[in-house]
């Protein structure tokens, strides 16, 4: 039952990102985590502006040639002589063009390869000075063995033996494919553009809107080749920037959103035409989270989804679809209730994480329950907007089941080590909760909303938002975080008699609790005794309330 209910979660969790493992109960890290992971001399000088990436697959070698510009900022402060360049192994550097000239190797101050890292010497320019840097690189790229958890480049056929390529990389790292500043804190505000070269008659898709499609000469016997320039306006996570390269078909379609017209196109491959219909329901996924969260973030580019060899991804503006065309979860409902058996769990959880992770990012992917729980929580929205709030109800709590309380949700800082993949089930937990706690679903509706319109296009950590929900709800919620997201506690209401109070809490924990007959309890670590009114009709929680109760 234990490994049953541990891999659950983790095929949820998107990614398996390859850590340091415990020892003795402590988990160790690298100084390989920490250039990873941290923003170190080398990486805080500068600020990505904008990637232009080439990349040409050879699927029979399973190798890629690319070239990557990036235009960058030079910010005030100290700075080093180098520049942290992010390139996993086996991936090599060719040549470096600085400034739009050829990068020179001088012997006295080379730049060098410390394990996935390049450290590139560079001249000190003025604080505000705007400059690129170009890097030429080719190798056979790590592959996927198990996307999207474990990452990497995929290479497969489609159901006719053709070629099928794409990426799964968070957690893993863009670097995995280009080299590029590695973490998620440093957006490119000026987008990003991506062209992918590809064997005729293969179609290449990516973020974004299509800006040009260009006959290209290999070799005579190479055969030909095209070009698909892909192009984003908006900030874009290096993780979430991606090609698809397969025998595609486009279905387009557009929705009168809340900011207009919002162009929607969906990638599905030649044979899989009878299976559009499930497709239909990315407009009434909008529709909803529309009204919870606000306008969709990135309207400039448009959305897509795109059909991948893998279970889905949020990559923004073209996000990946691998749920076999099936309601729920590959066919499976994860809260047992029945509800999720009514959608389709890829279409809705990540077009969810464009308000949510792609809009919305934190700073350290330590806090990336604000991804997971909020976008876990978007699924219970849905069902609600469609289906009514009892049937949310059931659907949240049933997702309590998958539930493991292993280590906390927030995991350690500036590693690259995210926490518990507890932040889906029990991170959409904890946003329920909340919003029992407000009380009113139309100011739990604006907070979701206001979160959207203050964060919009933002970096932010968790201590942020749970500042910004204390700040807008007006309740004290610190000891609630640290319970919830730092702890693996479930608060316990013990009762005895007419007696309550809380335990298995850390101290200071004051969440008062609903009960089924409408009254109100505020339970603290000293016991308090029940009133008349608060028995009346016999004495029962209300159940969407993330705890547990203990009689006697």
């Given amino acids: 039952m234990k490994k049953q209910l541990f891999i659950l979660p983790l095929l949820i969790i998107g990614f398996c990102s390859c850590q340091a493992q415990p020892l003795n109960g402590k988990q160790s890290f690298t100084k390989q985590d920490t250039l990873r992971g941290t923003i170190g001399p080398e990486r805080e000088w500068w600020d990505v502006l904008h990637y232009d990436i080439t990349v040409r697959p050879d699927f029979a070698s399973k190798s890629i040639t690319g070239k990557t510009t990036i235009k960058y900022k030079v910010l005030p402060g100290q700075r080093t002589d180098y520049m ?304 009514g709030k009892q049937a949310a109800n059931e659907y949240v709590q049933g997702l309590r089941k998958n539930i493991l309380n292993d280590v906390p949700i927030i995991g350690p800082y500036g590693v690259n080590k995210e926490g518990s993949g507890d932040m889906y089930f029990k991170g959409a937990n904890i946003v329920h909760t909340i919003r029992q706690l407000i009380n009113d679903d139309e100011k739990f509706r604006e907070l979701l909303r206001g979160m959207n319109r203050d964060f919009y296009h933002q970096i932010v950590t968790s201590k942020q938002i749970e500042d910004y929900i204390i700040k807008k709800t007006g309740l004290d919620l610190r000891k609630f975080f640290d319970q919830y997201l730092r702890t693996t506690k479930v608060p316990v ?13 850390v101290e200071g924990f004051k969440m008062p609790v609903r009960l089924k007959n409408g009254e109100w309890i505020y339970p603290e670590s000293k016991p308090k005794k029940l009133t008349a009114a608060q028995l009346s009709g016999g004495f029962e929680v209300d159940p969407n309330f993330y705890i547990e109760v203990k009689k006697s």
């Fill in 84 to 387: 942290q360049i992010d390139l996993q192994d086996p991936l090599v550097i060719d040549t470096i063009f600085y400034d739009g000239k050829l990068y020179i190797n001088y012997p006295a101050r080379p730049y060098y390869k410390e394990g996935n890292v390049w450290h590139i010497p560079l001249p000190k320019v003025k604080t505000g000075s705007v400059h690129t840097i170009s890097i030429a690189y080719h190798g056979t790229p790590r592959e996927a063995q198990l996307p999207p958890w474990d990452g990497g480049w995929i290479f497969t056929t489609d159901e006719k033996k053709r070629p099928w390529m794409t990426v799964a990389c968070q957690g893993l790292g863009a670097s995995v494919w280009f080299p590029c500043k590695d973490h998620q804190s440093d957006e490119p505000e000026e987008g990003a553009s991506l062209t992918v070269i590809v064997p005729d008659p293969l179609v290449a898709v990516a973020n974004g809107r299509l800006t040009s499609k260009t006959p290209v000469f290999i070799g005579k016997e190479d055969g030909d080749y095209t070009a698909y320039t892909w192009t984003v306006q908006n900030p874009i996570n290096s993780y979430n920037i991606v090609p698809y390269i397969g025998a595609y078909v486009n279905l387009r379609d557009t929705l009168m959103g809340e900011k207009g017209k919002l162009d929607l196109s969906c990638w599905i491959l030649d044979y899989e035409t009878d299976n559009a219909k499930q497709v239909e329901q990315v407009k009434p996924t909008l529709r909803a989270f529309e009204y919870w969260f606000g306008p969709y973030p990135f309207y400039e580019d448009g959305y897509q989804l795109v059909q991948a060899p893998h279970l889905g991804m949020e990559h923004q503006s073209a996000i990946a679809y691998g749920n076999e065309f099936k309601n729920g979860y590959l066919g499976k409902d994860l809260s047992g209730t029945g509800w999720g058996l009514k959608w389709d769990y890829i279409i809705v959880h990540e077009t969810g994480h464009e308000w949510f992770a792609n809009s919305i990012t934190t700073r350290d992917i330590a806090d990336m329950w604000v991804h997971e729980g909020f976008t876990d929580y978007s699924e219970t929205l849905f069902v609600e907007y469609y289906y």
């Fill in 493 to 505: 209401l013990e009762v005895k008699g007419n007696q309550y109070r809380w335990t298995n809490c």
